[in-house]
Nanobody, 126 residues
Framework: QVQLVQSGGGLVQPGGSLRLSCEAP?????????VAWFRQAPGSQREFVSA????????DYADSVKGRFTVSRDNAKSTVYLQMNSLKPEDTAVYYC???WGSGRFYSTTEDYAYWGQGTQVTVSS
């Protein structure tokens, strides 16, 4: 079993920044496996945002967030971060981190991930 504990999020004005955290307590395998971020807006399906995988820390992003969001990892803290800059109202959603074993390629559908954080609300509004 893999526990994921999320923190961060909140209300921010358009153009602002937020950082989300996803900790896997005692789970060193975030270094060798894959952690991804998804988001779900009201009335919409959960969609892929970003992922980081493997010892090299390879990253992947949805087109809608490229150049604005950055995923990173602190191996010593078993924590993955999602730095979100230049936020837009359409970024408003509940954000979830997720984990899967393996890092051979990027996976971007919810069915590919077995473990999920509790979700955190991000609201971008003036």
């Amino acid at each position: 079993q893999v526990q994921l504990v999320q923190s961060g999020g909140g209300l921010v004005q358009p153009g602002g920044s937020l950082r989300l955290s996803c900790e896997a307590p005692g789970r060193a395998s975030i270094v060798t496996d894959t952690v991804a971020w998804f988001r779900q807006a009201p009335g919409s399906q959960r969609e892929f945002v970003s992922a980081i995988r493997g010892r090299a820390g390879s990253t992947d992003y949805a087109d809608s967030v490229k150049g604005r969001f950055t995923v990173s990892r602190d191996n010593a803290k078993s924590t993955v971060y999602l730095q979100m800059n230049s936020l837009k109202p359409e970024d408003t959603a509940v954000y979830y981190c997720s984990f899967r074993w393996g890092s051979g390629r990027f996976y971007s559908t919810t069915e590919d991930y077995a473990y999920w954080g509790q979700g955190t609300q991000v609201t971008v509004s003036s």
